[in-house]
């Protein structure tokens, strides 16, 4: 008997001291303000009554609260992590504009060996958000959403400082029901990411390419019934090249290049071009983090036409959106930062018919602190 209970606590032992278990817990509140959280534009004609941005654009002090959840477990060459989020924004100014989000992930992966592992991830997030009037008659994009979807792939050396993923994903994602419409769509593609690491006087410079390609299925429905009212057919295309340029061992900087494309088999109509140009600015301290970046993106549609509240004005339709994202984070005390964030986003467009709800100008903007705990 005792032989036995040696040889058990032995097994049990020699387990334990090959697995990790780690939890994390964070819970953060930032306060704020946004400037036009429904993304409007100053003047919309609806049913022969002009609304301008007073009826519009909706602005408010806002409080922003999340718990953040996050579990690995590691045993050998097994690795489980899971992370969950939820999180909600509450507006002061419009209590009933305010929202909340739950963001879920569960990734394994699998060391094959030295050079190859296995990917996998299941994803869940619920958007419970409603648009403009609570409706969305006005507003027509709708904002509430639930997705699910799945990765799975490969990640491997292919020679010397370089690592290569191949995955393929697939999400299904269902819009809560606006106006007199309700939406849908399957999407499946693959996606390619390799990073080559290069050491310069100690520092080490990273090259990245970026490739993916899927296609998505929308379905529309009339919300009082199940019968398809109209389908889409669309497929992407999107490929981005990066360099990481540190600067010293506390500061970097990564300007990046997308190219983005959608072809529209459906009817033709709404596939675009469109260019990206970034620059990610990083920095890290052992009681500071700063994460900023500045983007411009052109789209350009290949056969919607420009319009102005009269007429076509003889231009293909044209995005162009200036975008700023700054996040701070400063440890204040153990396990106790103080936070801040910044962001901006401005469109541009050919498109002035103020009938139009859709392919407007905007600017949506916000900025909050607060305090962030790591339990």
Request: glycine residues 6%; charged residues 25%; proline residues 2%.
């Amino acid at each position: 008997m005792k032989i036995k209970t040696i040889i058990y606590v032995m097994i049990l032992g020699y387990s334990l001291s090959y697995s990790q278990t780690k939890n994390t817990f964070k819970i953060e509140t930032q306060g704020g303000y946004e400037y036009n959280y429904f993304k409007s534009p100053d003047v919309v004609r609806v049913n022969d009554t002009i609304l301008t941005k007073e009826d519009l654009i909706s602005s408010s002090i806002y409080q922003d609260v999340s718990l953040g959840y996050k579990f690995r477990y590691k045993q050998k060459k097994n690795r489980l992590r899971l992370f969950i989020k939820p999180s909600a924004r509450i507006f002061y100014q419009n209590i009933d504009d305010s929202y909340w989000s739950l963001d879920s992930r569960l990734k394994y992966d699998y060391n094959l060996n030295r050079r190859f592992k296995v990917l996998a991830e299941a994803r869940f997030k619920r958007m419970n958000r409603e648009g403009l009037d609570g409706d969305q008659n006005v507003l027509i994009n709708p904002l509430g959403y639930t997705n699910y979807g799945t990765t799975a792939g490969i990640e491997f050396i292919a020679f010397k400082k370089n690592e290569m993923t191949f995955e393929g994903f697939y999400n299904f994602k269902n819009f809560d029901a606006f106006g007199v419409r309700d939406l849908q769509f399957n999407e499946y593609g693959a996606q390619f990411l390799s990073v080559q690491s290069i050491s310069i006087n100690r520092l080490v410079h990273k090259i990245g390419l970026h490739a993916s390609a899927k296609k998505r299925l929308y379905d529309t429905f009339n919300s009082s019934d199940t019968n398809t009212d109209g389908e889409r057919d669309w497929d992407y295309l999107k490929g981005s090249i990066f360099y990481e340029l540190p600067w010293s061992e506390k500061f970097k900087l990564k300007p990046r290049l997308t190219y983005y494309s959608r072809i529209d088999n459906s009817t033709n109509r709404s596939g675009f071009n469109q260019l990206t140009p970034e620059i990610g600015l990083y920095y890290k301290s052992e009681h500071t983090k700063i994460n900023a970046s500045v983007s411009y993106v052109t789209r350009k549609y290949k056969e919607i036409e420009a319009r102005n509240t009269e007429m076509r004005i003889g231009e293909k339709l044209k995005y162009e959106y200036t975008n700023f994202q700054l996040n701070f984070a400063h440890e204040i005390r153990t396990n106790i930062s103080l936070t801040a964030t910044i962001y901006s986003r401005v469109r541009s467009t050919n498109y002035t018919d103020i009938d139009a709800r859709s392919f407007r100008n905007y600017r949506n903007q916000y900025a909050g602190i607060g305090i962030l705990w790591k339990l």
